[in-house]
């Protein structure tokens, strides 16, 4: 138990390291036990009875015969030209019409590879043979010259020999026994970099979300601190602000009161301009009082279904008297404060009714986003003010009449909530004409 309070505080280098230094002592402790308790393998063993019988052509199970192949150049050894001498006088040929070419050492006595590690494991087999020249080692080439033909013969390649079979079963078992220190390597390097990806995407749905923990090894919970900073930063600079909005508007309440009350005994047709002025300044601080508001009021995330509220949206412009149609679909829920999402498609029906006298809304998921477009059959915009539509205090319509082009503010307030949970809202004309809104939240 101590020992393990002990290495969470590694630092994760110390970790990685002694991972991967415990990994390679596994293996080399593997590789070791391969070459003290595995016997060595031990080469076959061809009589030349065995040979003489596939240079006549006699079909053989441990033998390949081929033809029209010339022996090698090599210089031919005592061992090999005594074999060679025994072969030609056996099938009756010269001896220079024989050659010999091993690729195993020579027995002196009995063969080191003969004994494992019980002894020797094939002293029987070397017994019963007459003696050491009458039998080739391992693998071999013989060629001779018969019928005017050169005829080959060497031993049958067998890829799964036993020896081969025990080293694959050891490789087998070191990688059963290595694969766990592999795998805790793998996520010690992998869990902290996906808590970061997560806390981000978290912080990009809901700026307010709660902090990271600060566990771990030191540099994870160095990390951890690092982000939690920036993230109390990017709150307390959209909080300042927001307060400063708020200030600024709150403020301009008095010197529009007194200059209301200063009018009072100002000519008529200047009385009513200014007072017209004041109205609209008035609607103005309004405005922004209230999207502030909207910005401050806490949130509180729970999963619904926008299907639902898209038809109670739609249900309110139309009890109003508003063209709206919300087509039919499956319902898609997602994470997300419904008073905000609610204002959001709010204010994307009421600008299409307000600047086209009518607004179709729809609801798709497209891979992992929930898609609500909202689209009207109106005059459209153009196409360098699509993107400044979303700045605060934008107006399409240039008439500056509060009656028919609003404060600006409504799709600004809209954008912020979308991306606020992670989504975002564009603009697009359509090809039939009219204007399109597109708001994408993470389902």
């Known amino acids: 138990m101590i020992s393990a309070i002990r290495l969470r505080h590694w630092p994760l280098f110390g970790r990685i390291f002694a991972i991967m230094l415990l990994?390679?002592?596994?293996?080399?402790?593997?590789?070791?036990?391969?070459?003290?308790?595995?016997?060595?393998?031990?080469?076959?063993?061809?009589?030349?009875?065995?040979?003489?019988?596939?240079?006549?052509?006699?079909?053989s199970e441990t033998l390949r015969i081929s033809y029209d192949h010339p022996p090698s150049k090599k210089m031919a050894g005592p061992h090999e030209r005594r074999i060679a001498k025994i072969l030609a006088n056996r099938l009756g040929i010269p001896a220079n019409q024989v050659n010999v070419d091993t690729h195993f050492p020579a027995p002196h006595g009995a063969p080191m590879a003969m004994f494992g590690r019980e002894g020797p494991v094939q002293r029987e087999r070397m017994d019963s043979l007459p003696r050491p020249e009458a039998v080739l080692f391992g693998d071999f080439t013989v060629s001779a010259?018969?019928?005017?033909?050169?005829?080959?013969?060497?031993?049958?390649?067998?890829?799964?020999?036993?020896?081969?079979?025990r080293a694959?079963?050891?490789l087998l078992v070191a990688i059963v026994v290595v694969a766990p220190v592999a795998w805790i390597l793998a996520r010690a390097l992998a869990r902290p970099i996906r808590l970061?990806?997560?806390?981000?995407?978290?912080?990009?749905?809901?700026?307010?979300?709660?902090?990271?923990?600060?566990?771990?090894?030191?540099?994870?919970?160095?990390?951890?601190?690092?982000?939690?900073?920036m993230q109390s930063r990017l709150n307390r600079y959209v909080e300042d602000r927001t307060t400063l909005m708020a200030a600024i508007a709150h403020d301009l309440r008095t010197p529009l009161m007194r200059l209301g009350l200063r009018l009072e005994n100002a000519p008529?047709?200047?009385?009513?301009?200014?007072?017209?002025?004041?109205?609209d300044m008035e609607e103005m601080v309004a405005a922004v009082m209230a999207f502030v508001r909207d910005m401050r009021r806490p949130s509180r995330r729970q999963r619904l279904d926008l299907q639902a509220l898209a038809q109670s949206v739609t249900d309110g412009f139309e009890d109003a008297g508003g063209a709206v149609t919300l087509e039919?679909?499956?319902?898609?829920?997602?994470?997300?404060?419904?008073?905000?999402?609610?204002?959001?498609?709010?204010?994307?029906?009421g600008n299409a009714l307000k600047y086209a006298d009518g607004a179709t809304v729809s609801l798709i998921t497209q891979g992992a986003n929930a898609v609500i477009e909202v689209r009207d059959c109106g005059p459209g915009m153009e196409?360098?003010?699509?993107?400044?539509?979303?700045?605060?205090?934008?107006?399409?319509?240039?008439?500056?009449?509060?009656?028919?082009?609003?404060?600006?503010?409504?799709?600004?307030?809209?954008?912020?909530?979308?991306?606020?949970?992670g989504g975002d809202i564009v603009l697009a004309n359509r090809p039939e004409g009219g204007l399109i809104a597109t708001a994408t939240l993470p389902l």
């Open 383 to 421: 196409p360098d003010d699509l993107e400044r539509a979303f700045e605060p205090f934008f107006r399409g319509e240039r008439s500056r009449n509060r009656n028919t082009g609003g404060i600006g503010l409504g799709l600004a307030s809209a954008r912020a909530v979308a991306r606020g949970h």
């Open 145 to 165: 010259r018969m019928d005017n033909r050169w005829i080959t013969v060497k031993p049958k390649e067998n890829a799964m020999a036993p020896w081969r079979r």
């Open 168 to 170: 694959l079963l050891w």
């Open 196 to 229: 970061f990806a997560q806390a981000a995407e978290r912080l990009g749905r809901d700026p307010k979300a709660p902090p990271l923990a600060l566990s771990g090894p030191p540099e994870i919970g160095e990390a951890a601190a690092a982000f939690n900073e």
């Open 268 to 279: 008529g047709d200047l009385r009513t301009a200014c007072e017209e002025d004041i109205r």
């Open 328 to 349: 039919p679909g499956e319902p898609v829920v997602v994470e997300g404060d419904a008073a905000s999402l609610k204002a959001m498609l709010s204010n994307l029906v």
């Open 23 to 59: 990994a390679l002592l596994l293996v080399q402790i593997f590789n070791f036990a391969l070459v003290v308790l595995v016997p060595p393998p031990q080469p076959d063993i061809t009589s030349l009875a065995t040979v003489v019988e596939a240079l006549e052509q006699k079909p």
